[in-house]
């Protein structure tokens, strides 16, 4: 009896162990289930993401009624006429507004990029094709469009950013990689975000003012012109879309940078923008107004046409001109190989933008504002699509530079070795490609004026590639934009990169408030002085340093001013 009864007591106790286990399990399995709901993304929700209909996202514009669509929460509008056809007697003139439109329109998708060629490499091999992977969309002269990315059509006053694509002033668009989009950042950080497509090439900058007369007094620079008339729209506009018309900031990178930089310093951008961020691309002087003239002339002259018949230039269709002045611009180069022409770019016209050095000082008439500027390690890193680079010695950099450097190359690779002692050669070679003068000169030149001038030096490199991508081109963008995640070919994707871009975009949102970019996120970020140097370094960790490339620089720069240097 006494050994049935002990038997019965484990066995009770067992009982009571198995159902205390089983809740508990039920319990952590619960809770497991629960924290995993939590954690779904906007791109996981269970609930409808796109919302679509006739009068769902329709916004009130000074040129009549357009109609988006909702995703995840934001306001879409892609294609937004903010400018006339530029064909025809459009041609070489400054934008024109656009007709206004009964009922509601549609813009749904993104608008005709500017006449361009197609120069990237889309081969099946192509590393770069596969990193970059381009938007491309079609072209036409019907090309002054604009998107506008927002959290809600309400009259909230939200700072808004306006995005100005690469490509130099030759080619790209306002969506040419997946990282420009503005959805993401509208969300994180409750802002308006604007992007813009605008003429290029020989479209935006033949100069025939010489020609052609009064007429044309503008045509070397109308491409910038169209840039000027999207932060008029902005103006007039964007309150519509939630957005504050007296906060606005300009941002754009390589040669959007450059185009930041020379509506930063335009009379007519005063009071269209109030704070200007420039991503490895920056200007403090335009093209040469003599040589731009000079060119024209010869645009003419190889048409076959003379002055009184310029205006037959507007009737050819835009594939003819286009081949006809860049075979003139190369011809004009040949016979002038000292002339200093550059390519069709905006002109130093005394009228619409500065002939001089930009940013002076004692100027009222253009803008005076905050300006940030950013640059990336290894800008145009020399072994991506050649991995047999990866392992090369630093004299092996030397012999690769020599051609450009001559003998001089030695103590320039050893100068930066030396300075970045932690840098592989290949990574020395890197850092060739990007060296940071052009940026610093002009943040010495913008710190003349009396608004605060922030630095950056963005220095992460991706896991991507056995790792030899490292701090590309163009890399910097998507940290920007909040978009890490859709940028996977540039970022890999995951919790590495997107707590930098936390960072960073927090930075962005800070500078788009209040012209000053310390953010919780950061450590002390003080403003730019061209004494001291001081640069934020965006990577895993961020740290403040003082110029740390200022004695390798500055050799480069000596040797560059006291030498005949091969192009």
């Not at 008439?365 to 699509?385: A, G, L, S």
């Not at 990577?539 to 480069?556: E, T």
């Amino acid at each position: 009896m006494v050994v049935y009864r002990l038997k019965q007591g484990v066995l009770c106790r067992n009982i009571v162990f198995m159902i205390r286990r089983f809740c508990l399990l039920f319990i952590v399995a619960s809770y497991v289930t629960v924290f995993s709901c939590n954690r779904k993304t906007d791109n996981q929700s269970d609930n409808q993401q796109l919302y679509i209909g006739e009068n769902i996202a329709v916004a009130e514009t000074e040129y009549g009624k357009v109609r988006g669509y909702i995703l995840r929460n934001i306001y879409q509008f892609k294609g937004i006429p903010y400018g006339a056809n530029t064909a025809g007697k459009n041609r070489f003139m400054p934008p024109q507004k656009p007709e206004s439109w009964e009922g509601i329109r549609p813009v749904l998708n993104y608008g005709d990029m500017a006449p361009q060629a197609i120069t990237y490499d889309r081969s099946p091999e192509s590393a770069s094709g596969f990193v970059d992977n381009w938007n491309f969309f079609n072209s036409s002269e019907d090309c002054l469009k604009l998107n506008v990315w927002t959290p809600a059509l309400d009259g909230k006053k939200r700072p808004v950013l306006v995005w100005f694509h690469g490509g130099g002033f030759f080619n790209g668009n306002a969506i040419e990689q997946d990282g420009y989009g503005g959805e993401n950042l509208s969300r994180y950080g409750d802002v308006v975000v604007c992007s813009v497509n605008h003429r290029l090439n020989v479209f935006g900058f033949t100069d025939l003012s010489k020609v052609g007369g009064d007429k044309y007094r503008d045509s070397g620079n109308v491409g910038i012109l169209d840039l000027i008339a999207a932060l008029k729209w902005v103006n007039h506009n964007i309150k519509n879309f939630g957005g504050d018309p007296t906060n606005v900031t300009i941002m754009g990178q390589s040669g959007g940078g450059s185009k930041v930089s020379i509506i930063a310093t335009m009379p007519a951008a005063k009071g269209l923008v109030h704070k200007a961020v420039a991503l490895s691309g920056n200007s403090i002087k335009a093209a040469n107004k003599k040589i731009s003239e000079e060119l024209g002339e010869y645009i003419v002259k190889e048409a076959g046409l003379k002055a009184s018949e310029i205006d037959k230039l507007q009737e050819m269709p835009w594939e003819d001109y286009y081949e006809l002045a860049n075979a003139a611009s190369k011809k004009f180069n040949i016979e002038n190989k000292n002339s200093g022409h550059r390519g069709f770019s905006p002109v130093g016209d005394s009228r619409n933008i500065p002939s001089g050095t930009f940013f002076e000082p004692t100027d009222s008439t253009i803008p005076d504002i905050p300006m940030m500027y950013c640059t990336v390690k290894e800008e145009r890193n020399p072994n991506r699509d050649n991995p047999e680079l990866e392992n090369i010695s630093l004299n092996g950099v030397i012999t690769k530079l020599r051609p450009q450097y001559g003998d001089n190359a030695d103590i320039i690779v050893h100068t930066y070795a030396s300075s970045f002692p932690e840098a592989r050669p290949i990574e020395v070679w890197g850092m060739l490609t990007g060296v940071r003068s052009n940026v610093v000169r002009s943040a010495n030149i913008k710190s003349a004026q009396k608004s605060p001038v922030y630095m950056a030096w963005f220095t992460w490199q991706p896991p991507l590639f056995d790792g030899r991508l490292r701090a590309f081109h163009c890399l910097d963008i998507c940290f920007w934009l909040h978009n890490t995640d859709i940028m996977l070919t540039h970022t890999g994707g995951g919790k590495r990169p997107m707590e930098l871009s936390n960072k960073m975009s927090d930075a962005l949102l800070a500078f788009m408030h209040n012209g000053n970019p310390n953010c919780k996120s950061l450590p002390n970020w003080p403003e730019y002085t061209p004494e001291n140097g001081e640069v934020m370094i965006f990577d895993d960790n961020c740290i403040v340093k003082n110029d740390p490339d200022r004695k390798a620089r500055k050799v480069l720069e000596n040797i560059i001013n006291t030498s005949t240097v091969k192009d």
